[in-house]
């Protein structure tokens, strides 16, 4: 506001130059590095005693989560090897945070690192103090890390999906200076990889010798990952194709009329919800053959001739450019672990009009849905004396915007059957959210 012109590129949005500058100050700024975004819009998560706003760079933001002022800001690649950061950390129980960025590995190619911030200790020390990685995935492309936005924690493996949709960092690092361009430019997609899906063994820290193959598709979230006889189960949310969903999301785009809306996304990369089963124990002598052998799924691991494993999904959700995406479990109790249910934001050609729950055993589906009502992502809360996964209620920020006093609202469901326990409005405008958590008073 001060400058009255945009100062940091953000995702989507270049920064005006600054007009003291000629081309040849701005080369010169080029050298200093690259100045990425703090606008940590994206989730907030607990370490230690603390809260922290964060985006996907290497710059996070410490809030009172009482008064949601800005504490301080943290720059993670002062602590531990990454560049960025997931806006999607996993938090066990104890309070260690996982997380993965991107890395510049052996012999100056890229990789990704998964990061481990301990829990609080009795000296009180800050935690990201004591931060440190864990095991180092290899890049299928030396110069062109894969767009990362989460990734799978079980209590012994850690699984990282590896998809078609690249950053340039050649184009990244040289354009970003000195002619203007914006993160979405940098974006290019790998239209013959496929998709590769790596494993580690988590506490050990080591990778695993496992090469397994799968269709392209784009990727942001993870719905769950577990372990079961021999086999890692890992739910996706999935967008058929190589080409980037992103590219969809314009405002031009979603500001069209209805019409026009619903052909873009037809264009679009197709969504569906699927269960991948990744075998831990691979036998040669079994080459051609299904190494799948649980009951319950559908989905199939073939063992190939080169030694790379062939994964077909199960679909647990499919419709015509509905989407089932922003997935949550309850995870403080089943995070990493079997489960059966799994809450969603609904979007219909991209715009988000409903609230879903999913069995992923049954692919029974309940919605909540009303006209000229947009939720967020929904979060569940347990009881706190639940005896079953779905005992609790589900939290959603609605907005209704139009004409006339239509306030926003918190909704809360019931998270057994999705019918409105409450709603609490307020006569603001709230924007649309994207992550967040919940937090006892």
């Known amino acids: 506001m001060t400058e009255k012109r945009i100062v940091i590129t953000e995702f989507g949005t270049y920064a005006y130059p600054d007009p003291c500058k000629n081309i040849f100050s701005r080369f010169f700024t080029y050298f200093k590095g690259v100045e990425v975004t703090d606008n940590a819009l994206v989730n907030v998560y607990p370490v230690g005693e603390d809260y922290y706003a964060c985006t996907e760079t290497n710059f996070i933001t410490r809030i009172n989560p009482d008064t949601l002022e800005t504490i301080k800001q943290v720059d993670l690649s002062k602590y531990v090897s990454v560049n960025g950061a997931t806006a999607h950390p996993h938090i066990e129980n104890d309070g260690t945070v996982y997380n993965i960025g991107n890395c510049f590995g052996k012999n100056f190619s890229l990789a990704y690192n998964i990061i481990r911030i301990p829990p609080l ?6 935690p990201i103090n004591k931060s440190e990685v864990v095991v180092q995935f290899p890049c299928s492309d030396r110069f062109k890390p894969s767009y990362v ?3 799978g924690l079980t209590p012994n493996y850690i699984v990282f999906v590896e998809t078609p949709v690249k950053i340039n960092l050649l184009k990244f690092l040289s354009s970003w200076s000195l002619w203007g361009a914006n993160y979405m430019d940098c974006f290019e997609s790998n239209e013959t990889m496929g998709v590769w899906l790596h494993v580690a063994e988590k506490k050990k820290g080591r990778l695993l ?3 397994f193959r799968t269709s392209a598709f784009n990727l942001f979230h993870h719905i769950n990952t577990y372990e079961d006889n021999g086999f890692l189960i890992v739910d996706l949310c999935t967008w058929k ?3 980037f969903v992103y590219n969809y999301l314009y405002l031009a785009n979603l500001r069209a009329n209805w019409d026009e809306v619903k052909r873009q996304a037809e264009k679009a990369p197709q969504p569906e919800a699927r269960r991948y089963v990744l075998p831990l124990s691979i036998d040669k002598a079994d080459t051609g053959k299904n190494l799948v052998t649980l009951p319950y799924t559908t989905a199939t691991a073939t063992l190939r001739s080169d030694e790379t494993i062939w994964l077909e999904p199960e679909v647990i959700f499919s419709g015509p450019r509905h989407a089932f995406e922003f997935p949550q479990i309850n995870y ?7 489960y059966t249910y799994t809450y969603g934001l609904g979007l219909n050609h991209f715009v988000p009009d409903r609230l879903c729950k999913l069995n992923v055993k049954t692919k029974e589906t309940w919605v909540w849905q009303e006209p000229d009502a947009y939720p967020s992502e929904p979060i569940f809360v347990s009881h706190p004396d639940a005896l079953e996964e779905d005992d609790g209620v589900v939290l959603s920020i609605v907005i209704s915007p139009g004409v006339g006093p239509k306030p926003a609202f918190l909704l809360i469901l019931n998270a057994k059957d999705m019918s409105e326990v409450a709603r609490a409005e307020v006569e603001v405008n709230i924007p ?3 992550h967040g958590c919940f937090k006892r008073a």
């Open 121 to 126: 200790q009795a000296d009180k020390e800050d």
């Open 149 to 151: 936005h989460s990734f």
């Open 209 to 211: 010798n496992l090469k």
């Open 241 to 243: 194709g190589f080409e």
């Open 332 to 338: 403080t109790k089943y995070g990493g672990k079997p």
């Open 432 to 434: 649309v959210t994207f």
